[in-house]
């Protein structure tokens, strides 16, 4: 097993570098200037992405200028107080942003922002933790990830994470929220299709705490929503036109090579082109467009979680040929301008 591979106990599809290199095309648009929102690091058993393999990736020809780590449980504390050590992740990241920012390994500006995580169910104890992830990210700290994916169905989650159902509306995690806003951070949220009204919520309640939904808001279709996506989409696109008429929500075009999404990209002989891609995603990257507009769309890789499905080049190449008739200014939003902004990156 390669150190770069997802372990057959993962909920992740392994990657198969020798298979990703089947298919291989021109980069399009290679002087495009991109920033990716949402990556992550991690040294797992049997899979390792750090730097280095991170590095092999945004090499691979576009224009990466800046990327954005988003939390993962990586490299938590394994002592001391329970509820700070999410803060050894914001350590680990902005060691590795330090190692970028030395200009010994490119110019692109590797976790130039740094999204971490904790319990806002903590309360007010979440402002302790909060302050230190600030301290912890050499000024580079932007804001919480709290993951609140959750399906009746047990099978559809991800495996030793299991929050509760309806937490976001949760009094607890509101207050733990609330401190979001005044100390200028950001959330990241990670949830399921027939969650996104729990979020609509979230961000009518706090209207100026900046958010941003992951993954376009994850439509299912494995476990019960299995052969569902017919019935799925116009669920799924409902929720995201109300969430869009928040002025403070925001949504992340991208991660849709994970398991729950249903594709099958990973079973074929070779790996998906970029225009396999972008006409099996077109529907839901059209959809967000429209309702939030580019100003508030933002391309990101989800990587290494999504390599199991397609190349790093082939997803950016995707992206191009989605955004091709688009204008030069929403292209520049939707690649990089609507990214810096939302997490106040100095590119």
């Not at 010994?104 to 230190?132: H, M, N, P």
């Not at 200028?184 to 979230?202: E, K, M, P, R, V």
């Not at 075009?253 to 002989?269: A, E, W």
């Not at 933002?298 to 199991?308: A, C, I, L, R, T």
Request: hydrophobic share 40%.
């Amino acid at each position: 097993m390669s150190a770069t591979t997802a372990p057959a106990s993962s909920p992740y599809f392994a990657v198969r570098q020798e298979w990703l290199d089947r298919v291989k095309e021109p980069i399009i648009e290679p002087d495009l200037p991109i920033v990716d929102p949402h990556h992550h690091l991690w040294d797992r058993p049997g899979w390792r992405y750090l730097l280095d393999e991170l590095l092999a990736d945004t090499n691979a020809g576009h224009n990466i200028v800046g990327t954005v780590f988003v939390q993962c449980r990586a490299m938590h504390r394994a002592d001391g107080p329970e509820a700070l050590r999410p803060v050894g992740e914001t350590e680990f990241v902005n060691g590795v942003a330090a190692m970028a920012a030395s200009g010994g390994y490119g110019k692109s500006k590797i976790c130039a922002g740094i999204v971490g995580t904790t319990d806002f169910r903590l309360g007010a104890g979440v402002q302790e933790v909060l302050e230190a992830h600030i301290r912890a990210g050499g000024g580079r700290f932007r804001g919480i990830r709290h993951i609140s994916a959750w399906d009746a169905d047990p099978t559809v989650g991800t495996p030793g994470y299991a929050p509760p159902p309806g937490m976001l509306g949760h009094a607890d995690f509101r207050d733990g929220f609330s401190r979001l806003a005044p100390m200028g951070l950001t959330f990241d949220a990670w949830l399921y299709h027939t969650q996104i009204d729990d979020l609509t919520s979230l961000a009518r309640a706090f209207p100026d705490t900046q958010i941003v939904l992951d993954h376009v808001g994850g439509p299912l279709a494995i476990g019960p929503y299995a052969g569902q996506r017919d019935a799925v989409f116009p669920v799924w696109a409902k929720a995201i036109r109300e969430l869009a008429t928040c002025p403070n929500a925001h949504v992340k075009l991208g991660g849709l090579g994970m398991r729950i999404n249903g594709y099958d990209f990973h079973l074929k002989t070779d790996p998906p082109t970029a225009q396999t891609l972008a006409d099996a995603w077109r529907p839901y990257i059209e959809t967000c467009i429209e309702a939030f507009g580019t100003s508030r769309c933002m391309f990101e890789s989800n990587f290494p979680v999504d390599k199991g499905s397609y190349s790093y080049a082939a997803y950016w190449n995707a992206c191009k040929i989605l955004a091709k008739n688009a204008s030069a200014d929403d292209k520049a939003n939707l690649f990089s301008r609507t990214a810096a902004r939302f997490y106040r990156l100095d590119l």
